[in-house]
């Protein structure tokens, strides 16, 4: 009889261990490893991330861009974060530093549409046409359909005198957004600079009257 009994309160005492013992067990396991985040809590450098995308798009560049650097510093294999932080740098104007960040991102996806026609609309903006000719090529090659790329890519082969190739691409833009005033002046300077100059003039009247019906 006494047996039992002990058997009985050792086996409240285990119970009463096991009750004392489950809140830190869950702490613990909701800590993880020393030093980690909470498996199940917010991740603040996601949350950083979509802020910095939000105030991109807001035109709050310079928040913008300490925001994807704050990003980008901590995960440096973050592609949203290069290629935001490159797009941010554009738009500032400092082409130097938005090439290399897409040249990162590049590193990272290669056969990113996206990484592939800002690189190459950076390298435009830089005048640095043959490289920019290159990597909008392969934009297009990736996507068909994506209009600005050919846009960019028949500007800068207009800057490399290869006016045949340049007007192959620069119809494609019009084909895909028939709106496209620059596509048209481009076209203009294309055939000016292939001497065919009524050809060249009713480009220039069309991109001025999509430009006045748009």
Same mark, same amino acid.
């Given at each position: 009889?006494?047996?039992?009994?002990?058997e009985a309160g050792k086996q409240e005492e285990q119970d009463a261990a096991a009750v004392?013992?489950?809140?830190?067990?869950?702490?613990?396991?909701?800590?993880?490893?020393?030093?980690?985040?909470?498996?199940?809590?917010?991740?603040?450098?996601?949350?950083?991330l979509e802020r910095a995308e939000s105030l991109l798009s807001e035109g709050s560049h310079?928040?913008?861009?300490?925001?994807?650097?704050?990003?980008?510093?901590?995960?440096?294999?973050?592609?949203?974060?290069?290629?935001?932080?490159?797009?941010?740098?554009? #738009?500032? $104007?400092?082409?130097?530093?938005?090439?290399?960040?897409?040249? %990162? @991102? =590049?590193?990272?996806?290669?056969? *990113?549409? &996206?990484?592939?026609?800002?690189?190459?609309?950076?390298?435009?903006?830089?005048?640095?046409?043959?490289?920019?000719?290159?990597?909008?090529?392969?934009?297009?090659?990736?996507?068909?359909?994506?209009?600005?790329?050919?846009?960019?890519?028949?500007?800068?082969?207009?800057?490399?005198?290869?006016?045949?190739?340049?007007?192959?691409?620069?119809?494609?833009?019009?084909?895909?957004?028939?709106?496209?005033?620059?596509?048209?002046? #481009?076209? $203009?300077?294309?055939?000016?600079?292939?001497?065919?100059?009524? %050809? @060249? =003039?009713?480009?220039?009247?069309? *991109?001025? &009257?999509?430009?006045?019906?748009?």
């Amino acid at each position: 009889m006494m047996m039992a009994e002990d058997e009985a309160g050792k086996q409240e005492e285990q119970d009463a261990a096991a009750v004392d013992d489950a809140p830190r067990k869950r702490a613990t396991s909701r800590k993880g490893r020393a030093g980690e985040p909470s498996s199940n809590g917010p991740d603040p450098l996601a949350a950083k991330l979509e802020r910095a995308e939000s105030l991109l798009s807001e035109g709050s560049h310079a928040d913008a861009a300490d925001a994807f650097t704050a990003v980008a510093t901590a995960q440096p294999d973050n592609l949203r974060a290069a290629v935001g932080l490159g797009a941010v740098l554009f #738009a500032q $104007g400092k082409y130097d530093a938005a090439e290399k960040e897409l040249r %990162r @991102a =590049a590193k990272l996806a290669p056969d *990113s549409v &996206e990484v592939n026609y800002q690189l190459g609309n950076t390298l435009y903006k830089k005048g640095v046409y043959a490289a920019a000719a290159t990597a909008l090529r392969r934009a297009v090659e990736l996507d068909p359909d994506h209009g600005p790329a050919y846009l960019v890519l028949g500007e800068a082969l207009n800057q490399m005198a290869e006016s045949d190739a340049a007007l192959e691409a620069l119809e494609e833009a019009v084909r895909l957004v028939p709106e496209n005033t620059k596509a048209y002046y #481009a076209m $203009g300077i294309a055939y000016d600079r292939k001497g065919n100059h009524d %050809r @060249a =003039a009713e480009m220039y009247r069309l *991109s001025r &009257e999509v430009a006045k019906t748009g």
